[in-house]
């Protein structure tokens, strides 16, 4: 009996692979070499993020608390300047003319160099449906395969997510491409017109591989 209750335990699934919360192991995933290179996100920006999470949220709240949820995006440029000042900017978005304007919490440059641009206890606008629970990460590149076969910027990637699961005990199904934000159980909006509201970048079959490897 003993050796058939021994030979149960070995079959049942690992935490991680049942989709459960990082072990332990996990947790200590160390923090990668990160430079804090912030955008301007004083007052008004807050003010402006309040606003914006009241309309789409419901809550009048810039903080973000406990994140759920990590997003991998591309920038659609080459350059890592032309994506901060784009950030920096905090400039209306083009289709509904709203503040704040787009931001992300982390830029990965080509080269691996990982940049915060906004503190994790602040929301930054970077997806629809989730900006009050999920983290933005932005990689310089102009589609998937682009950031996906740099190595040096892919591994930086996937220090960061790992350290990150680890630090907020997100799950490894939480993180998700910018193309798949539609499906996470945390998305949700209250702009009927932004509803449907998605982007294209971190495909399902590009986060599968990406998935694969943290």
């Known amino acids: 009996m003993r050796a058939a209750f021994l030979a149960l335990l070995i079959a049942l699934p690992t935490p991680a692979a049942a989709g ?12 990668p070499p990160v430079e804090w290179d912030p955008i301007p996100f004083g007052a008004d920006r807050m003010r402006q993020m309040r606003r914006y999470s009241l ?9 973000l608390v406990e994140p759920k949820v990590i997003v991998q995006h591309y920038t659609a ?16 978005d083009v289709e509904f003319g709203e503040l704040p304007g787009v931001c992300s919490h982390f830029l990965i440059a080509r080269d691996g160099a990982i940049h915060q641009l906004v ?8 997806t629809v449906g989730l900006n009050d629970s ?6 310089v590149g102009v589609s998937d395969a682009d950031v996906m076969g740099r ?3 892919l591994d930086a990637s996937l220090r960061l997510t790992r350290w990150l699961q680890g630090r907020f005990g997100i799950l490894t199904r939480d993180v998700i491409g910018h193309a798949e934000s539609l499906s996470s159980p945390y998305h949700h909006e209250r ?4 509803r449907k509201r998605t982007h294209g970048d971190f495909a399902p079959a590009t986060m599968r591989r990406y998935r694969g490897m943290l």
């Open 20 to 31: 459960a919360a990082p072990t332990a192991a996990d947790a200590a995933a160390p923090k």
């Open 55 to 63: 309309r789409h949220y419901g809550d009048a709240q810039a903080r």
């Open 77 to 92: 440029s080459s350059s890592f300047s032309s994506a901060f000042n784009t950030f920096a900017a905090n400039a209306p």
């Open 119 to 126: 503190r994790l206890r602040r929301r930054c606008r970077h």
């Open 134 to 139: 999920a983290i933005g990460i932005e990689h």
């Open 151 to 153: 190595p040096r910027q």
């Open 191 to 194: 702009v009927r017109a932004m």
